[in-house]
């Protein structure tokens, strides 16, 4: 059970794009199409921005877009807004019925 | 209003138990996997169990397996965590969420665990 892994940190200026990595193994990531992605303000609770790979809860922005690749899942903001500023985590259903989380990447917007 | 609301978190001591629960409202409890996530201070999130919705299967992770224990009452719309044996590495905020399309989501507020002595 493994970490998912993840940069640090990514920054962008308003207005840009950025991408965000999360990097699993066969077992988790690349196994199944059940990625997601989370968006988490400090003292806040996390909100889920992503599910199965690339689907949109509603009122989530269609600024927000997740893909993946084998064994690697993306995050990626369009448009950056200040508002956007936070950490992110990814996770993924695993082999074993878990599930396993990214180590997290703080978003700054410049 | 859809809402989960976690209790039961405090100080205890090394070696200790505690019992978390949550309170779900605005849903069909008895419809939806649950799961537990903490996240310890200034570090990221990490899943720690999860329960069908029927509870007739239970899942952990390595780090709380025999120690931990996921339950739930769907007369109740309560989802609970006995927690066991706690050292300092299982001090963290427990937040309750509920599975959907294999992610988590709806959260609670989130319920403090503080293990010292």
């Known amino acids: 059970q493994s970490a998912l892994t993840q940069p640090a940190s990514v920054s962008g200026s308003p207005g840009q794009s950025i991408t965000i990595s999360c990097t699993g193994t066969?077992?988790?990531?690349?196994?199944?199409?059940?990625v997601s992605w989370y968006q988490q303000h400090p003292g806040k609770a996390p909100k889920l921005m992503i599910y199965?790979?690339?689907n949109r809860p509603s009122g989530v922005p269609d600024r927000f877009s997740g893909s993946k690749s084998g064994n690697t899942a993306s995050l990626t903001i369009s448009g950056l807004q200040a508002e956007d500023e936070a950490d992110y985590y990814c996770?993924?259903?695993?082999?074993?019925?878990?599930?396993?989380f990214g180590g997290g990447t703080r978003l700054t917007v410049l | 209003e859809v809402q989960l609301v976690e209790s039961g978190g405090g100080l205890v001591q090394p070696g200790g138990s505690l019992r978390l629960s949550c309170a779900a409202s605005?849903?069909?409890?008895?419809?939806?996997?649950m799961l537990w996530v903490r996240q310890a201070p200034g570090k990221g999130l990490e899943y720690v169990s999860s329960?069908?919705?029927?509870?007739?299967?239970?899942y952990y992770a390595n780090s709380v397996k025999g120690r931990f224990t996921i339950s739930r009452d769907n007369s109740k719309n309560t989802l609970f965590l006995q927690m066991g044996s706690l050292t300092a590495e299982d001090m963290a905020v427990y937040y309750c969420t509920r599975a959907q399309w294999r992610a988590f989501d709806i959260w609670g507020q989130g319920t403090m665990v503080i293990v010292s002595s």
């Open positions: 066969s077992s988790d990531v690349g196994g199944y199409n059940y």
């Open positions: 199965e790979v690339s």
């Open positions: 605005g849903f069909t409890f008895s419809t939806y996997g």
């Open positions: 329960i069908t919705n029927n509870g007739r299967s239970t």
């Open positions: 996770s993924s259903f695993t082999t074993s019925n878990t599930r396993v």
